[in-house]
Structure formats: structure tokens, C-alpha cells
């Protein structure tokens, strides 16, 4: 399914995102590389034991980026002006390599935009899940999404 446009959206509208996605040692590798950050508990194995995790930790922001990637296809791919923020980011569980993670989304404010007639804010409450259906990670997403082209 394509994005939605504004007008398509109601408050309380929820999505239980299909793509699930299981976390790779190379994912929060690369992605840490990437990014450069060197954290221990995300790229030595040793360190890692140590701590009070006793394993990798997967990279906070590659959990938040998967969060919101999982929800694209089903929020606003194709219809998207520009995501305008992130608000209230907690990750209240950590994600261990292996994880199997999905998201949900749910609409909980609808703004019609002032500078752009026919477009409106749309405030998503999105949550990622592991496989035990605890939350690893939620955040508010205000988007500028498109309205149904005339």
C-alpha cells in the first residue's frame, strides 16, 4: 500500500506494519561505521561482555531509523512533503543482535498546514516491537503530507 495523503488520515487510525525485520550483526556494524560512531558496546565484542548487557548492543539511531523505515511504505511514501520532527524518542528496552523487530503506527493529531493549502501535519505515534512484543523504541513523527491532488 502507497502513502496516504492528508486528507486520508483520521485521528486514531492504526497500522500494524507487516515488514518485520531481524537485526544483523553486519547492520549494526555498518551502520556504526557509517555514522562514526565507535561506542564499544556496539562494535567490540569484548567491551560488549563486560558490561551489564553481556552481548552487542545494537546502535540506538539504526533502532530508531528501522522504526521509522518499517513505516514508510504504509504512512507516506509518495505522498510526503518533508518529516518536520521527532518528539518524545524513548527506547524503553534494548535491541540485541537477532532481534526480530515490527513496527505499529497510530495518527494522533491532524493539522491542515498555513503555508501550504490542500496540506496538513500529520502527528504519528510510532512504536517498534521485538519478538516478545516488548517496546524497544517510540517516538512522535510530524510529517507535511501532500492532500489529494485536485
Request: with cysteine; proline share 5%.
Amino acid at each position: 500500500m502507497a502513502g496516504r495523503f492528508f486528507d486520508q488520515w483520521q485521528v486514531g487510525d492504526r497500522i500494524a506494519h507487516e515488514i518485520r525485520r531481524t537485526v544483523t550483526e553486519t547492520d549494526n556494524l555498518l551502520f556504526s561505521v557509517m555514522t562514526h560512531n565507535p561506542q564499544p558496546l556496539h562494535i567490540d565484542v569484548e567491551a560488549a561482555k563486560a558490561s551489564e548487557f553481556g552481548q552487542i548492543l545494537v546502535n540506538g539511531t539504526f533502532t530508531f531509523a528501522l522504526m521509522v523505515g518499517l513505516s514508510v511504505g504504509e504512512t507516506t511514501l509518495g505522498t510526503l512533503v518533508a518529516n518536520l520532527g521527532y518528539d518524545k524518542l524513548v527506547m524503553p528496552k534494548p535491541v540485541f543482535l537477532g532481534d526480530t523487530l515490527r513496527a505499529t503506527s497510530e495518527v494522533v493529531e491532524l493539522k491542515p498546514s498555513k503555508s501550504r493549502p490542500g496540506a496538513g501535519i500529520v502527528t504519528f505515534r510510532h512504536e517498534l516491537l521485538n519478538q516478545r512484543g516488548e517496546v524497544v523504541c517510540q517516538c512522535l513523527r510530524m510529517a507535511l503530507i501532500q492532500g489529494v491532488p485536485a
